[in-house]
């Protein structure tokens, strides 16, 4: 496999806890990809403990959101890793900066692998969170890996919803998505031609221009201010212009309705996003055998990033509990 050169310093986008124990882990895919993690322990931990994989948002890096979600359980009790995706931050993968409901399905199934063989982790308690297009990643694997437990998503995005249909499905039509896919093909051929991959830009710089919608202001605040790093692909020059193609035509929550295990889906009332999590969330309890375990939990007033950083409103509280209660 692959050895990665992993950052030593903390240069994480939110303070050290003293309660926890941090170290750098690495892992691998069934692509054969190395997959770069922060491991979080309670100090003083003793035992098996339950742990939780934790990954997102879509086009961030560990160092910031999970590593932040990542600590704050740990904190309370849980073994837990934020990892980097296939082919962004400090993971493998080539070329970069390219995305696959498939491949990052995988990662956190990989993630699983993981914990699951650790001599400090009771594999029966493994749980994961994902965070907005990874919200719906994690969805997607907890449909898939009967190992999982207990799923938290997070201000969640369908990434194959927003890649087909545009925001709000304001482009949700065969016209439009052939457009599209015109567009992108043509873009392949150039970047075939070139050998070279053309990026599609991050986050608007800041100030922002007054007449960009609120969602977009509200990313650029975190990726492009509060929360920049260096490897996050929302912070800099954003996914290959093709990087999220493969989307389009790849629905992931098509059996979302068969997961057994216990879900918990928070949003924001205020999210752009929220219609996500919503529709997602119906469709998971409907003519579903095991809907008395899912939740949909709606924080009042919030936008779509509070639930990114913002620890006052982040609801760990109820998190952990569902956690407690669904791995053990």
């Not at 496999?1 to 939110?14: G, P, Q, V």
Request: charged share 25%; aromatic share 12%.
């Amino acid at each position: 496999m692959t050895k990665l050169k992993l950052t030593n310093e903390w240069d994480k986008t939110f303070p050290k806890s003293e309660k926890v124990e941090h170290k750098k882990v690495t892992f691998h895919n069934r692509y054969g990809i190395t997959l770069a993690a922060d491991m979080y322990i309670p100090k003083d931990a003793k035992g098996k403990l339950a742990a939780i994989a934790v990954c997102g948002p879509f086009g961030a890096v560990k160092e910031q959101c999970s590593g932040l979600y990542a600590q704050e359980m740990a904190e309370r009790g849980f073994l837990t890793i934020a990892f980097d995706p296939s082919f962004t931050g400090e993971s493998g993968g080539e070329p970069r900066y390219m995305a696959s409901p498939d491949i990052n399905t995988e990662d956190f199934q990989a993630a699983v692998d993981f914990l699951s063989v650790q001599d400090n982790v009771d594999p029966e308690k493994i749980g994961i969170i994902g965070i907005c297009g990874w919200g719906g990643m994690a969805l997607n694997t907890a449909a898939l890996d009967t190992r999982i437990k207990a799923t938290v998503a997070s201000t969640m995005y369908d990434m194959t919803r927003v890649n087909a249909n545009g925001y709000f499905d304001s482009e949700d039509s065969e016209e439009k998505r052939y457009e599209k896919k015109a567009a992108l093909n043509a873009q392949r051929t150039e970047n075939y031609k070139n050998g070279s991959y053309n990026r599609a830009g991050g986050c608007l710089p800041l100030p922002v221009p007054e007449d960009a919608p609120f969602f977009v202001k509200d990313y650029s605040e975190y990726y492009k201010g509060r929360a920049y790093h260096k490897r996050s692909l929302n912070s800099n020059d954003g996914w290959n212009v093709i990087g999220c193609m493969s989307f389009m035509n790849q629905p992931i929550l098509k059996y979302s309705n068969e997961i057994r295990s216990a879900v918990l889906m928070i949003h924001g009332e205020k999210a752009h996003s929220c219609y996500f999590s919503r529709d997602a969330y119906e469709n998971m309890v409907k003519d579903s055998k095991f809907a008395d375990n899912k939740e949909l939990m709606i924080i009042p007033g919030a936008v779509h990033t509070d639930l990114y950083d913002n620890v006052n409103i982040i609801p760990f509280d109820k998190m952990e509990q569902f956690f407690k209660d669904n791995l053990k």
